[in-house]
């Protein structure tokens, strides 16, 4: 079997009720393990974390903590909120006026850290890619003194004037189809948009592709979380003047052929953060293709123990 297959999830899992918020999570590896709480991207589950990343981190030694951000997955969704309209977001960003949102990045950083209390957790290693890894610098500017180090993932400061998404990318994600209309058609779409912005030098198989579709699709439609975290995002603005506080040994890694967030955000990240370490990887896009599991978990385990010698 392919390590890329989604472990099925047949006993329940455990989740976390923090006020109005539920939160679906999942802790894979040694119970004794040094914490690592994975935050992923925009409209992906948790179970988009490939297998074999996850048994990677655990051969590390991570007891690695993984979770649905709020409207993706079976977290919390805000469906009565309605689909936002993304052109007037973007406006009142760029006028610098206020916006009402269902949540914010910052609210999505403050549930990983009642996760982290849930578990009794004091300290812990955190990682996230993409719109995780936004989050996850909210969660390290409010929440300093629970993190051990940093990593961040394919990722961005919001500042404008840097390179965007290739166009075909904007494309397709700007016209999804509605997954609770069609679900072979979002599978359709899922595959060429990872076909864009997947590794070349680390193709996934469109068999392997549909698989990791059809299994985040079966387990719970995405609808228009995907939309309202987009919105999220928007109006974070720059974190610029945030990053420049953050005092903590942090790693940002990015690939050379990120078609989704250019690896200029990837050298722009690392200069801002104080003492924060720059690692390239040829060939690598926007995605966890298998290959790279044991080079990523091996890049992230040298720099926890980095930081656990400073």
Do not use: K
């Not at 802790?27 to 990677?56: F, K, T, Y």
């Not at 979002?186 to 912005?197: K, P, Q, S, T």
Request: with cysteine; net charge positive.
């Amino acid at each position: 079997m392919p390590s890329s297959l989604i472990r099925c999830e047949t006993a329940a899992m455990p989740q976390l009720q923090r006020d109005s918020v539920l939160i679906d999570y999942a802790v894979h590896g040694p119970e004794q393990g040094e914490p690592l709480l994975l935050i992923m991207g925009l409209g992906m589950q948790r179970i988009a974390w490939p297998v074999s990343l996850l048994d990677a981190f655990a051969r590390q030694g991570f007891r690695v903590i993984s979770f649905d951000n709020r409207d993706i997955g079976l977290s919390t969704r805000y469906d009565a909120h309605g689909e936002p309209a993304l052109a007037r977001v973007v406006a009142r960003r760029l006028l610098g006026r206020p916006m009402r949102l269902p949540y914010l990045l910052a609210d999505l950083a403050d549930d990983g850290v009642a996760l982290l209390d849930h578990l009794g957790i004091a300290r812990a290693h955190v990682l996230g890619i993409s719109m995780g890894g936004m989050i996850a610098q909210h969660l390290a500017h409010r929440h300093a003194s629970r993190l051990r180090s940093l990593t961040l993932m394919s990722t961005r400061s919001g500042r404008l004037g840097l390179p965007l998404p290739a166009a075909s990318v904007l494309r397709l994600m700007l016209s999804r189809p509605n997954t609770r209309v069609s679900v072979d058609a979002a599978i359709d779409c899922w595959v060429r948009l990872f076909g864009l912005i997947g590794s070349p030098a680390w193709p996934m198989s469109r068999e392997d592709m549909e698989r990791r579709a059809r299994a985040s699709l079966q387990r719970a439609p995405t609808g228009a979380g995907v939309s309202r975290q987009l919105a999220a995002i928007i109006a974070d603005g720059d974190r610029s003047p945030l990053l420049r506080t953050l005092v903590l040994p942090t790693l940002v890694l990015h690939g050379t052929h990120d078609a989704m967030v250019p690896p200029a955000h990837g050298r722009q990240l690392a200069a801002l953060i104080p003492g924060a370490r720059l690692q390239t990887i040829h060939g690598w896009g926007h995605d966890l293709p298998d290959a790279l599991s044991d080079q990523f978990a091996s890049v992230v385990a040298e720099h926890a123990h980095a930081a656990g010698r400073s």
